[in-house]
Every structure is written in C-alpha cells, then in structure tokens.
C-alpha cells in the first residue's frame, strides 16, 4: 500500500453508482464523502489480513482484489472483488477478526472509512444497513459451503461478545445520582421559601418567586429533568403558590420573541435539510484563508458584521447552528474535538456574545437603550453607540478571538484529523447544482434578513416577518410535519417560561427589592470609575448566575443608571457594561443564546464543559475590555 491522497472530483460519479449507497440522498452522501479516504493499493499488496484488527471499512474504486481464506496452512481465493464492491465490514460488525486476507491483483484504489463513521453511518441510515445485509447474503448463497470457517465465525456463540453495531447507541450522560441530588436540593428550597416568612421588603410572592427560581438552578445544573417539563413545572409553581396569575406566569409564550423563536427554529431546521446550509458552510470553508484558525476568526467577525441587521442573538445563533454542524462535519473534524469546540464557541462569541457593539446587536441593547433617563438616550444615536461603545468592544472583539484560538488549538493527534481540501470539492461536486427546495430557503431567508433590516420603516415585529416566512416554506412544500418533528420543543418550553421570568419577577415585586438591595451596596463605589466600572461587572456576573440577560441587565440599569448619574457617571456606561456583563454562560442554564447553540448543533457538538473554558475567557476579557476603556471613556467626557 503507498501513501493516502485526498479523494478528488472523479469520485463523485464513483459513489453516486455504488449499490451500497443508492437510498442515500445527495446531502447524505456529500456529508459521508467528507470522512472517505482514497488509499492507491500496489498489485500484490494486502489491505486486510486474515485475523486483524478491523479497523476500517473499504470500498474498491479501481481494480481487482482477491479474497484469500487461509485453512491448514493452505490458502485459497474464495472470491474476487471489482469495483463498487465493498469489503471489511464483517469484522466491524461481528466484533471478531478479520475473516479473510484482501490482496490487490492488479494496482487499485480503494476508499477507506474509519470504524467508528462506518458504525455510525450504518446506525444512523438504515438502508446502509439493508443493502449490506443483502452483500452478505448473496457471499454466504456464493460460498455455500458447509462447515467453511468464515460463515462459522459470524455463527451464535455464547461467549462471543456482542456485536458493536448491535450495542445500543451512546446516550447522552445522565448522572442519575446526581440528578436525584438535584431534585432532593430544589425540594429542600421550595419547602424553606414557602414555608418561612419572607425577608424584610419583600412580598409573600416574591419570596416565592425567588425560591422557584433558586430551585430550578441546580435541576438545570445536573440535569435532573427535561428542561421542557422543569419549564412547565414552574409555571404551574408559579401559578398554584399565588406568586402570579396565569397569564402572567405564561406571558412569555404570548410574546413576538417566542413566534421569533418557533418560527426560526423550523426555518432553521427546513433550510438544514434542504442543504443550503450545507452548501454555505462549504462556501465558508473554501473561502476563508489560514485555515482552521481562519475560520475562527471569519466565523467571529462575521456575527459580530450579521449582528445589526438581526437584532435577535438568540435568533442568530438558532439560524447558524445547524450550519455550523455541518461546517464541522463537512470539515471532517469529530463532534467533541476540540476542533468542533472551538469553531462552536467561535460562532457562540461572534453570533451571540457581542451584543453590545451596535445599538442593534441585540434586543436586549435596545432595552436598555429604552430604560436610560431621557437626557442620556437624547444625545444617544445609532451611531455614537457604536463610537462609546468601541474602546471595549475592540479589546472584547481581539481578546475573545485570540483565547479561543488559544484555548481550541488541535493538539497531538487530532492536528492529523485536518480538512482535505479533495474531499470538499467532492462534496461539492456530490451535492451538483442548487435545488428548488435550496433556492426558496435562500429566498426566505433573504427576505427574513431584509424584514429584519428595514424594520424601523415598517414597524412590523421580527416574530411576525418570521412567521410569514415560515408560511411561505411551508405553501412551497419545503416546510412539511417532518420538519415541525425536528425542532427541539423541549426547548421551545423553556425559552417560553423563562421570557415570563421578568413579568413574574415585576408582578411579584422582586425587580424593586433586587433594585432596593444593590443600589445601598454600590452608590458607594461610584467616586472611583475603575473601581466602579469593575465592580459593577463582577456585580452583573453574579446576578446573571440567578437573573437571565435580558432582565438583568435592563433591571440593573434602571436600578442604578440614577445612582451613577449623582456621582458623574454617564448611565450610558452603566447600560453596556450590564449589558455586556450580564450575558455570561458559566452555567448552561443562564444563557437561552447558548442553549440555543447546544441544542441547535444537535448538542453532541460540544461539551459543557468544553464551554466552561470560553465561558471563563468571556467572563476575564469582560473585565479586562470595560476597565480598559474607562480612560477613553474619561476623555469622552463620559466618567
Ligand atoms: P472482514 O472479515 O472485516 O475482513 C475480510 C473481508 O473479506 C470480510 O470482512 C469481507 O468483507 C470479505 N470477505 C470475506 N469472505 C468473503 C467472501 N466469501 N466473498 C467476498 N468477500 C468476502
């Protein structure tokens, strides 16, 4: 066997005609191309021996191979193989050695799968499966020779280990004890909350509010309950403990963002299947230079470029997700590398994190924008947002990019795990020309993008432009019950109970105690800028840890813009800096902007804890990027 070359155009016809692969449709196919190796084969070279290791499946492209079956020391060709056939599979799917030696008769070319793709390939597309069945059928009707030791090895024996492939697939990790753990703390929390006095200043239903929340963090945390139902449960919390009545504790699903969200996770999930996604990340892939440090960075600048024109990070993040999968495996790179960490979080920064660069990078900006005192938003524009908040989002911007190429770097063996620049271009080339179902996703999304632009002359919410769209897919037929299938609704709950999160914390007048409580603390702070500036940060980090974004920060600006104002401070830099500080994700729980990564990536893209690093960046360069610019701030006549 001589060295591995990347496979190239010509193989696309190749794999279209190969039985094995006749009920896979073309994106399918594309995505399995991105892990086929080409290996060249010299005549009279082996790439199987008789009771190896099976590691690999193969395929042959050009030539002819021998099947050799060694007996007594005698060995004989008990089969030949041209091209299309496929060979190596027994030994993956028994768990025994390989079965027979696989020798080239003439020079050769075969494609290779590593084990795993293969298992996983023929778990996840079941007429893989069939078609494999149907090859192993005809060989044993071929051999029909009783006794032969290749039909006994696949034969039932009890101390033969189970198959893999018929092992079920892996689960994703749930802590059973720890989960157990979980629900044993909320209940502890529920109990003391609702059956203690509430502290001074605080209603009755405040109280209760701020134990159904504490109690739903460690749940969240160790995973004891599907978050859709933990979502429900609290709601019904909410509304049998009198802390807020029904259509309070359900308000955040009578919200346009919720629309926005259903309606962007379908068309999300629609303009996926129909491959557009896929032939985008590809386009990303090939155009952006310095390789996989390239595309960090591409990846995060482009969000931060795409932020203005859609408002909505959770939006933004829900719509490139399922892109991002397929970037990653179009690239080859394993869910769970650090590969598919890095570009994940590199996607996270730049789609979901920097959201206070422009006054539309996010929704929530433009609610703290609204809660400012008046005389600050009147010399407040588009653009002198973008010009006051530009010291720190520069230093957030190039301290975030440089700590995840830091923290991501491929090391030791998976920097071999590299693009092959011939498998993109045969997954081009498998996908061909743009389809009906491709162009008219293009087309709502465009529109999506324009509705969302030009809202501010057309005053139409983004949750309704969204729903249009969605509409329009499904009269074309792109958007289908299948489609409505695959959104995580699970999810969807959840988004729902948390933006009721603030109406019921108002209704039960936690906002003012909170307000209350962290004003006495802070007015103090405020004659020194930096001191304030930092400590007002590591304030939001700790709020955010039991407030969502979105209400944090506009509360904590309410709370405090007054309180910095007497001592000389523009609200201004209190509004951003909440804004920027309030959005961690150090727990997967405080952000809907990461969950809707996690979970839109399919949420076997990444770790949590392969987050926890950039989390930990975010929340240092944070720190970093706000007390830095309190000079620039300073000569701007802000502090
Ligand atoms: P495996 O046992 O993994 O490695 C050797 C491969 O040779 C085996 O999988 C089959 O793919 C192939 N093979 C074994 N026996 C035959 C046969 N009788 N006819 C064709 N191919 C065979």
């Given at each position: 066997m001589s060295e591995r070359q990347p496979p190239g155009l010509e193989y696309a016809t190749v794999l279209t005609q190969v039985d094995l692969f006749t009920g896979l449709d073309r994106v399918t196919l594309a995505k399995l191309a991105a892990h086929l190796e080409v290996v060249p084969v010299d005549a009279g070279s082996a790439v199987v021996h008789q009771g190896g290791p099976g590691d690999a499946f193969y395929l042959v492209v050009k030539g002819t191979f021998g099947v050799?079956?060694?007996?007594?020391?005698?060995?004989?060709?008990?089969?030949?193989?041209?091209?299309?056939?496929?060979?190596?599979?027994?030994?993956?799917?028994?768990?025994?050695?390989?079965?027979?030696?696989?020798?080239?008769?003439?020079?050769?070319?075969?494609?290779?799968?590593?084990?795993?793709?293969?298992?996983?390939?023929?778990?996840?597309?079941?007429?893989?499966?069939?078609?494999?069945?149907?090859?192993?059928?005809?060989?044993?009707?071929?051999?029909?020779?009783?006794?032969?030791?290749?039909?006994?090895?696949?034969?039932?024996?009890?101390?033969?280990?189970?198959?893999?492939?018929?092992?079920?697939?892996?689960?994703?990790?749930?802590?059973?004890?720890?989960?157990?753990?979980?629900?044993?703390?909320?209940?502890?929390?529920?109990?003391?909350?609702?059956?203690?006095?509430?502290?001074?200043?605080?209603?009755?239903?405040?109280?209760?509010?701020?134990?159904?929340?504490?109690?739903?963090?460690?749940?969240?945390?160790?995973?004891?309950?599907?978050?859709?139902?933990?979502?429900?449960?609290?709601?019904?919390?909410?509304?049998?403990?009198?802390?807020?009545?029904?259509?309070?504790?359900?308000?955040?699903?009578?919200?346009?963002?919720?629309?926005?969200?259903?309606?962007?996770?379908?068309?999300?999930?629609?303009?996926?299947?129909?491959?557009?996604?896929?032939?985008?990340?590809?386009?990303?892939?090939?155009?952006?230079?310095?390789?996989?440090?390239?595309?960090?960075?591409?990846?995060?600048?482009?969000?931060?470029?795409?932020?203005?024109?859609?408002?909505?990070?959770?939006?933004?993040v829900t719509l490139i997700a399922p892109a991002l999968r397929e970037l990653v495996e179009a690239l080859g790179y394993a869910p769970g590398s650090r590969q598919a960490a890095g570009l994940a979080m590199a996607t996270l920064i730049g789609f979901g994190q920097l959201v206070g660069v422009f006054l539309t990078s996010s929704t929530t900006a433009l609610l703290v924008f609204a809660v400012l005192p008046a005389d600050t938003r009147r010399d407040l524009s588009w653009l002198t947002w973008a010009t006051r908040a530009l010291p720190t989002s520069v230093i957030l911007v190039a301290g975030l990019i440089a700590a995840v190429i830091w923290l991501y770097r491929p090391r030791g063996a998976e920097r071999v795990a590299r693009p092959r620049p011939g498998a993109l271009e045969l997954q081009r080339a498998l996908l061909g020309p743009p389809s009906r179902a491709e162009q008219l996703s293009l087309l709502a999304a465009t529109w999506l993008v324009f509705g969302f632009v030009t809202q501010p002359w057309h005053r139409i919410e983004p949750g309704w432009i969204a729903a249009l769209a969605l509409g329009a897919l499904a009269l074309t037929g792109v958007v289908n019950a299948e489609t409505l299938r695959s959104v995580n609704w699970s999810f969807v709950l959840l988004f729902g109970t948390l933006a009721s999160l603030s109406s019921v914390f108002t209704t039960a007048a936690v906002d003012r105690w909170v307000a209350g409580a962290v004003s006495a603390s802070v007015r103090g702070l405020a004659g020194t800028p930096v001191v304030f500036v930092g400590a007002l940060t590591l304030l939001c980090f700790a709020v955010s840890l039991v407030l969502r974004w979105q209400a944090a920060a506009p509360l904590l600006t309410i709370a405090l813009g007054p309180v910095a104002a007497a001592a000389g401070i523009s609200p201004f830099i209190v509004g951003l800096v909440t804004l920027i500080a309030c959005n961690g994700f150090f727990l997967p729980y405080q952000s809907t902007t990461y969950l809707a990564l996690y979970h839109g990536t399919g949420g076997g893209l990444f770790t949590h804890r392969q987050a926890r690093l950039a989390a930990l960046a975010y929340g240092v360069s944070t720190l970093v990027a706000l007390c830095a610019s309190v000079p620039v701030w300073r000569a701007m006549g802000l502090l």
């Open positions: 050799y079956v060694a007996a007594d020391g005698d060995e004989s060709c008990v089969n030949t193989l041209g091209p299309g056939a496929p060979f190596g599979e027994m030994a993956l799917l028994s768990g025994r050695p390989r079965s027979a030696t696989v020798r080239a008769e003439t020079a050769a070319e075969v494609l290779r799968l590593e084990r795993s793709r293969f298992l996983d390939l023929v778990r996840r597309e079941p007429q893989v499966g069939l078609a494999l069945a149907g090859t192993l059928c005809e060989r044993l009707r071929r051999a029909q020779v009783p006794g032969d030791d290749t039909t006994e090895a696949v034969s039932s024996d009890s101390d033969v280990p189970a198959p893999p492939i018929l092992m079920p697939a892996p689960r994703p990790s749930r802590r059973p004890n720890l989960g157990t753990l979980g629900l044993a703390v909320a209940a502890v929390v529920i109990l003391v909350t609702w059956l203690t006095p509430s502290p001074p200043g605080l209603t009755r239903a405040g109280w209760r509010a701020v134990g159904t929340l504490v109690a739903a963090v460690p749940i969240l945390a160790l995973d004891a309950m599907p978050e859709g139902i933990l979502a429900l449960s609290l709601a019904a919390a909410w509304v049998l403990g009198g802390v807020a009545p029904v259509n309070v504790a359900l308000s955040g699903f009578a919200s346009t963002s919720w629309v926005l969200l259903v309606s962007v996770l379908a068309m999300g999930a629609a303009i996926a299947a129909s491959g557009l996604l896929y032939r985008i990340a590809l386009w990303i892939v090939a155009h952006s230079p310095g390789g996989y440090m390239g595309q960090l960075a591409a990846l995060s600048v482009g969000g931060v470029l795409v932020g203005p024109a859609v408002p909505n990070a959770t939006g933004r």
